[in-house]
């Protein structure tokens, strides 16, 4: 078991297996240990291969088979129990290598329940890294759509004003009433200095007359235009202030956004830095001599036992007879 994101810091075998032996990595292999072991274990097992069968079958000598002479049960309960006796996960904490090893009374069983075990441990694997990534991009994720909601929001309210107000923007609008407005200002100064050079040289010319009322209209139109700029509550003034408003509010969710949906990226990253990885070192194979019983072993054990059995009791018969005789 282990994660890309653990590291080797410094040279050597030794920092290679420690590094390799991280928390993480070692925490999940507690976890297939446990449910290797485990009721729910023993019943995804039996439930493809019938452990029954496999080790109560008459095949089996008396002595060591479930439901024998020493294992004379037939619940679920007592199988558990026989099924740990018979299958056993162990962890070096120091490298984070485990080692399954299955008991059966056959090679075939014995592979097919060890290679099963593995690819239940696999899966568990893949659910670990799963919620793991569930969780690391849960809040993330959350970020993101309240951001969209805001951005939402923003957006309507800013075009909601703009429908009711009939206004796009009042800025943009407002440099062009000014100058629409400094244009008729050109108009107006070019209309008085020709009227004041033609009273100067011509005072009874008839164009006075005409050119006073221009002058008048033309001062009239230019109060008009930038009444519509700045003046009552009509005016591209007075709208700019909540139109400045909605428009940074709607730019502040804008980058709110952003920035949430670059959270989300990054906690996708990292969850995909730490996701775990089976590796099988050696697969379960097919042996071609049994390894138990160890028929030698347990006759000199058995042998021994009698002997020292036989002097206890010839020990103590000889006491007796010898207590009787006085």
Do not use: C
């Not at 294992?71 to 007592?78: A, F, I, K, Q």
């Not at 060890?114 to 991009?137: G, P, W």
């Not at 969209?148 to 923007?169: C, G, I, Q, W």
């Amino acid at each position: 078991m282990y994660s890309p994101n653990q590291r080797v810091s410094s040279s050597g075998l030794a920092s290679l297996l420690s590094n390799l032996g991280g928390s993480n990595s070692t925490s999940a292999a507690q976890t297939i240990s446990s449910y290797i072991s485990s009721w729910d274990g023993m019943m995804a097992t039996n439930k493809l291969y019938p452990l029954k069968q496999i080790y109560g079958n008459d095949h089996i000598d008396i002595f060591n088979r479930f439901g024998g002479i020493f294992h004379p049960y037939s619940s679920y309960v007592r199988l558990w129990r026989y099924y740990q006796n018979m299958v056993a996960d162990t962890l070096d904490s120091t490298n984070g290598i485990s080692e399954l090893k299955v008991r059966a009374f056959t090679a075939h069983d014995a592979q097919k329940i060890n290679d099963f075990l593995l690819k239940k441990s696999q899966d568990i694997v893949n659910q670990l890294n799963e919620t793991a990534r569930h969780r690391a991009v849960y809040h993330a994720k959350q970020d993101v759509d309240q951001a969209k909601r805001t951005l939402r929001d923003a957006t309507l309210a800013l075009a909601e004003y703009r429908n009711k107000r009939r206004v796009f923007s009042p800025p943009a609008q407002s440099s062009l009433q000014l100058g629409m407005v400094s244009k008729l200002q050109d108009q107006l100064i070019a209309m008085q200095t020709e009227l004041q050079s033609i009273v100067a040289h011509a005072p009874d010319n008839p164009q006075i007359p005409v050119l006073k009322s221009s002058i008048k209209a033309l001062q009239g139109e230019i109060a008009a235009e930038q009444s519509k700029v700045t003046g009552d509550r009509e005016s591209l003034a007075s709208k700019d202030i909540e139109f400045e408003r909605l428009t940074v509010n709607q730019l502040l969710a804008q980058k709110l956004l952003e920035a949430a949906v670059t959270s989300l990226e990054q906690a996708r990253l990292t969850a995909q830095k730490q996701e775990l990885y089976l590796e099988t070192i050696s697969r379960p194979n097919l042996p071609d001599a049994p390894q138990e019983p160890k028929r030698f072993e347990d006759i000199l054990a058995v042998l021994i036992v009698s002997l020292m059995i036989w002097g206890v009791l010839s020990i103590l018969y000889a006491g007796v007879k010898e207590h009787h005789e006085r």
